[in-house]
């Protein structure tokens, strides 16, 4: 023993040292080091963020350049939601990300340049899984595009109805949601159309206008997209059509070159039609879990790929619905689940 009451030993030159350092003082070291640790993480963390956040306001290159563009086309198109966009960006630079994404308006389709089948020998659907990384998708090919009709809520102006009730009160094997309705802040009850909604050949409705954008079978059950007067209609033969936009094809060509289409990521319902006269339906499940919803640019290539030479966008967001063979197919995002809406594309 030392005078001082430490222990000692000697190490081979025989020289005395110190025992160790008790426990305590070194777990006392090991904390102050791994706070030291995390506190430098943090701030790497924080400075990160910070570039990152910078970048994604500011910076002129991808990818932050096409991050921004997306959240903003989200945030604008939606109803309650466009102050994540205003919040951050001035109104010129909103403006200036709308226009560059916004689909080309590439006018009327030419119904003479589709040529439908033998209807009465082509009767098969198909059901195709179409789902990508950040969305599920479902698109359905009706060979006879004779069987696809659009059909109309039973009280319209009142209150819309569900897909499955149409599909019961219809005969229906398959129904989609259709086009544009009176629906103030998101909260409409779905009874009220907009534009012009026609079901074998008869006017439903149509707005106090002189002409409409017409999404439509005519009689020789070809896909029509155009805008024209309801004396245009008429003459054209249109059996069965409703309101919506923008044309995503039109005689083969896309209307998306640049950018996502104007409109962000959302769910989405489309219809199309091939040059043989086969009918294409999309619908795209969006705002959930494993399916956060598809851009426009996206529902165009899908409906490319499987050989569409007319596209139209439909109503999307939480009216997106697929009633297929007596059950839901896609999961509606609203989360009051499927809502009531007036017009539907059908297949009997």
Not at 148 to 174: D, M, P, S
Not at 293 to 306: E, H, R
Not at 317 to 336: E, F
Request: with cysteine; glycine share 10%; hydrophobic share 35%.
């Amino acid at each position: 023993m030392s005078n001082t009451g430490i222990p000692r030993i000697s190490d081979p030159s025989g020289k005395p040292r110190f025992n160790r350092k008790p426990a305590g003082v070194y777990y006392y070291s090991r904390k102050k080091k791994r706070l030291k640790q995390f506190l430098i993480g943090l701030s790497t963390l924080f400075i990160l963020f910070t570039l990152c956040f910078l970048g994604f306001l500011f910076a002129p290159i991808e990818p932050f350049e096409s991050l921004r563009e997306l959240w903003v086309t989200t945030a604008m198109t939606t109803l309650h939601h466009q102050y994540l966009a205003t919040d951050l960006f001035s109104t010129a630079e909103i403006q200036k990300i709308m226009d560059k994404n916004k689909a080309t308006n590439l006018g009327n389709s030419h119904p003479d340049d589709v040529k439908t089948k033998n209807t009465a020998q082509n009767t098969g659907i198909e059901l195709i899984d179409v789902s990508q990384k950040n969305f599920k998708g479902y698109l359905l090919k009706i060979q006879n595009p004779a069987r696809v009709k659009v059909a109309a809520t039973r009280y319209l102006g009142q209150v819309g109805e569900k897909a499955e009730a149409i599909a019961k009160e219809n005969g229906a094997v398959a129904v989609i949601n259709g086009g544009v309705f009176e629906d103030p802040q998101g909260t409409g009850n779905g009874g009220q159309p907009l534009g012009i909604l026609i079901s074998n050949g008869k006017v439903l409705h149509k707005d106090p206008v002189s002409s409409f954008d017409i999404i439509g079978l005519n009689r020789d059950n070809v896909l029509v997209l155009g805008h024209y007067t309801l004396e245009q209609i008429k003459q054209m033969n249109i059996r069965d059509a409703v309101t919506f936009s923008p044309f995503l094809v039109v005689d083969g060509k896309p209307s998306i070159t640049q950018g996502d289409g104007g409109w962000g990521i959302a769910p989405r319902t489309a219809i199309g039609q091939t040059e043989d006269g086969t009918i294409l339906m999309l619908v795209i499940d969006g705002r959930q879990m494993g399916s956060l919803g598809a851009t426009l640019k996206d529902v165009q290539d899908i409906m490319l790929q499987y050989g569409a030479y007319n596209v139209a966008n439909l109503d999307g967001g939480a009216s997106s619905v697929l009633y297929y063979r007596g059950k839901m197919i896609n999961h509606p995002s609203s989360q009051y689940g499927e809502r009531s809406i007036p017009s539907f594309f059908i297949v009997k």
